[in-house]
């Protein structure tokens, strides 16, 4: 799906993006805020020329994948 008929489709269904890891780096007994990542095509690196989701603040170093193993 393009990015513009995705932000379509969220805005339309109400629907937030994907969350970046923000949260999961918050302090214990700090506020764990949601933080919507940003999708895009990235211009550099090892996703070059891909959608790929990243930190919307660029401060948790988000880009693409965890760098947190869930298993």
Known sequence: MPLKQLNKYLECHHLL???C?????AEVGEERVYTEAIVDITVWGRF???YV?????RQCGY???SPYSLK
């Open 21 to 25: 890891l923000c949260p999961l780096l």
């Open 63 to 65: 880009i693409g994948e």
């Open 17 to 19: 993006g994907p969350c």
């Open 48 to 50: 070059k020329g891909e």
């Open 53 to 57: 989701a990243e930190c919307a603040k």
